[in-house]
Nanobody, 129 residues
Framework: HVQLVESGGGSALAGGSVRLSCAAS??????YSWFRQAPGQEREGVAC????????HYADSVKGRVTISVDKNKNTMYLQMNGLKTEDTATYYC?????????????????????????WGQGTQVTVS
């Protein structure tokens, strides 16, 4: 049973930091991503990491403020967010693609497209004031 479980959300002040975690179980993924969705807005890709090689992708809205990382031993992904802004307020979701060739090819072409991902966590709220 594949499962992604996020944690680490909460309230923070503008300019502060928050670290989100995503624990995966049931499968070892080679690609992880973070998405977020603010009320009334579409879900937005935030960051992606390919665990083999460590290549990362970031949305322009978070570049320079956010770092995605993965601990392969723990099968856990992280999102370190610094310099928080009120517009970072959203529910944050971790996601992973299926392991077939088509899905992995898709995610390499469009790492921040939600259509590339089949597995999603339940989300964790981040509120910046």
């Amino acid at each position: 049973h594949v499962q992604l479980v996020e944690s680490g959300g909460g309230s923070a002040l503008a300019g502060g930091s928050v670290r989100l975690s995503c624990a995966a179980s049931g499968y070892t993924f080679n690609t992880y991503s973070w998405f977020r969705q603010a009320p009334g807005q579409e879900r937005e890709g935030v960051a992606c990491i390919f665990t083999f090689g460590g290549m990362t992708h970031y949305a322009d809205s978070v570049k320079g403020r956010v770092t995605i990382s993965v601990d392969k031993n723990k099968n856990t992904m992280y999102l370190q967010m610094n310099g928080l802004k009120t517009e970072d307020t959203a529910t944050y979701y971790c996601a992973a693609p299926m392991g077939d060739w088509y899905s992995l090819s898709f995610v390499r072409r469009a790492p921040l497209s939600e259509n590339a991902y089949s597995y999603w966590g339940q989300g964790t709220q981040v509120t910046v004031s």
